[in-house]
């Protein structure tokens, strides 16, 4: 929701209301230029509890300035990857000293499970900080090199790519942030973050927290806003790379504007993962590591588990127990720590999400369970199992983004391998099996990532996709690759 709010400079804090009314730009708070700002909706209760500023094109040019300037002549890039290791390091102590308040705020601004944000708000960003400063100690940014033409050597340097947007999504906004801002920072980039216009609040703890310790001026920039503020930053010319995790719809618009300014960009998009059980798997171990794998964070996950594929030997027995675990899912208030499921975003959510479920119900699914009881008031939708839906129907082959899994039927492994790979996307999965069996079914899974008996990524392995899940590469040394370029200096 957006509005005009008449005063919008006058910073207040109340029980009920969190207004931000400040943009952070060369390490300062400053006033935004346009009057707009977003207005800040709770799911679980639909009271309005903040807002911030919608930023203008004046605000997004200002904060690239500042980073510009702050590459182009600042101390950040030109400083050792020790001297920047020890910033992060510091930095990631201010998150962690901050981070029972940034998870208690993500709770109320999105209706994530305490139980999630817990990890994926309060240590997970804190991790990607220090992982990426210990990479930065040891990344040798300037090398010499054999050369085949002649005799002697050359030189292979590594520089940071310039000025980096980071435009983060809502459903896990603290790590999303700093799995793009550690690496780009390790790399020697200034940044430019843009959250999103449902989470624009709690990256006002990254900004604390940058200030409170004397962070460089300019390296950390915060410009919040809707969709409009996201083109803007993409299409600034003082930007040199950008980095984004939403939509494959917003995804190819941003890889089109990068690729006519021949920038780099890093997409991380939609999913349609698929699980894939092989004969003689162990079924109480399946549905446990579906429990968290295909429902966690409310089913709000782009490498959600939404599509399990069985035998004809286990489809029984796994569709029951599969309908079993979505009944026994505690839905509720996001702030107990028992909640499992909590509210969707938005009304729009709920709306997409019923939709898709109607229509695959009048196609001929059967939907099962839905059943459990939820809060009043909020945006819930209980968890659903929808069987005898076709591979290739709308809702086994589209990004739901909610707590919805599809069970499919298939005759062999080389049927599963066909209905695994029948969607656009390319993410996530995972294989349940013997495990050198579940192996070499996963190397056939055209995917990014792909888990044995469960999915878990590792910060030291790249994380993306292939298809319409996107391009390029989070996590792991090569995304602090993806922020440097190479110059050769021939000897």
């Known amino acids: 929701m957006r509005h005009c709010q008449s005063d919008c400079y006058s910073s207040e804090v109340s029980e009920t209301t969190l207004i931000q009314d400040r943009i952070f730009i060369d390490g300062e708070w400053a006033a935004p230029h346009s009057a707009e700002v977003i207005s800040v909706e709770n799911p679980y209760d639909r009271s309005i509890i903040g807002s911030a500023p919608d930023g203008s094109a004046e605000d997004v040019d200002r ?103 980071l435009i983060v999504p809502w459903n896990h906004p603290q790590s999303s942030t700093s799995i793009k801002m550690a690496p780009a920072l390790a790399a020697g980039c200034t940044v430019v973050i843009k959250p999103a216009s449902e989470s624009p609040l709690d990256i006002a703890r990254l900004a604390d927290a940058a200030a409170s310790i004397g962070f460089p001026a300019g390296v950390i920039n915060i410009v919040p806003g809707g969709r409009e503020t996201g083109r803007m930053l993409v299409s600034h010319p003082g930007i040199d790379k950008v980095a984004f995790t939403g939509s494959t719809a917003a995804g190819r618009h941003i890889a089109s504007v990068c690729g006519e300014r021949l920038i780099p960009a890093t997409l991380e998009l939609g999913g349609k993962s698929a699980a894939i059980v092989l ?38 027995e796994l569709l029951d127990g599969l309908v ?24 729009a959510a709920l709306t997409r999400v019923t939709g898709i479920v109607d229509r695959a119900r009048h196609e001929g699914a059967r939907i099962l369970a839905g059943d459990t009881a939820a809060p009043d008031g909020g945006y819930f939708f209980a968890p659903r ?30 049927d599963a391998v066909r209905i695994a790979n029948g969607t656009p996307y390319g993410l996530g999965g995972a294989v349940f099996g013997e495990p050198e069996r579940a192996v070499e079914v996963a190397r056939r ?47």
């Open 385 to 414: 199992i929808v069987a005898d839906a076709a591979p290739e129907s709308e809702i086994a082959q589209n990004e739901i983004f909610g707590p919805v899994v599809s069970i499919h039927r298939y005759t062999d492994v080389d």
């Open 445 to 491: 899974i055209r995917t990014g990532s792909i888990g044995i008996d469960g999915y878990r990524a590792d910060i030291n392995l790249p994380f993306g996709g292939v298809g319409a899940s996107g391009i390029g590469r989070e996590l792991g040394p090569e995304a602090l690759q993806s922020y440097l370029r190479t110059k050769s200096i021939f000897l």
């Open 63 to 165: 904060a690239v300035r500042a980073a510009r300037a702050a590459f182009d002549h600042g101390p950040w890039p030109r400083m050792t990857g020790e001297e920047r290791g020890v910033w992060m390091e510091r930095l990631a102590d201010a998150l962690e000293e901050r981070a029972s308040g940034t998870v208690s705020l993500i709770v109320d601004e999105i209706g994530q499970p305490a139980s999630v944000a817990g990890f994926m708000a309060g240590v997970r960003p804190v991790q990607h900080l220090r992982f990426y400063a210990e990479l930065a100690r040891g990344i040798e940014f300037e090398t010499r090199r054999p050369n085949r033409d002649r005799g002697g050597d050359s030189l292979l340097r590594r520089e940071p790519v310039g000025v980096a947007a």
């Open 279 to 316: 004969e003689g798997s162990d079924i109480a171990q399946t549905l446990a590591a579906l429990r968290a794998g295909s429902f966690g964070n409310t089913g709000q996950n782009c490498i959600a588990l939404t599509r399990v594929l069985a035998p004809a030997s286990l489809y029984d």
């Open 324 to 347: 079993d675990l979505a009944r026994d899912l505690r839905v509720g208030d996001p702030k107990d720590a028992a909640t499992e499921i909590g509210p969707l975003i938005n009304e």
